[in-house]
Nanobody, 118 residues
Framework: QVQLVESGGGLVQPGGSLRLSCAASGSIFSYNVMSWYRQAPGKQRELVATMTSTGMTNYEDSVKGRFTISRDNAKNTVYLQMNSLKPEDTAVYYC????????????WGQGTQVTVSS
């Protein structure tokens, strides 16, 4: 059973930076998509950034140019570098892994809180 463990959240001032990490334990099918989602209070969970095992990336419009997703396939780890943070980035951030084998299997992390406030 794959488990995702996130780290790197915290409190940061507007304009600051944080780097989130998500390490997957266990074996993951080599063809997969790793993503970061976020959920702010009273709002639906939204996709922030995604990266395939072949290196293709996609970002939600509001984070383009500020956030960068990357991954280390050897370590089954995905990162989210967040720069120029804004108060509206405040949310719980969740890591997601989607295996694209014959059977699609999805895993979620427990979430890490990111608070942007002065």
């Amino acid at each position: 059973q794959v488990q995702l463990v996130e780290s790197g959240g915290g409190l940061v001032q507007p304009g600051g930076s944080l780097r989130l990490s998500c390490a997957a334990s266990g074996s993951i099918f080599s063809y997969n998509v790793m993503s970061w989602y976020r959920q702010a209070p009273g709002k639906q969970r939204e996709l922030v950034a995604t990266m395939t095992s072949t290196g293709m990336t996609n970002y939600e419009d509001s984070v383009k140019g500020r956030f960068t997703i990357s991954r280390d396939n050897a370590k089954n780890t995905v990162y989210l570098q967040m720069n120029s943070l804004k108060p509206e980035d405040t949310a719980v951030y969740y890591c997601n892994v989607l295996e694209l084998g014959l059977r699609r299997v999805e895993y979620w992390g427990q979430g890490t809180q990111v608070t942007v406030s002065s």
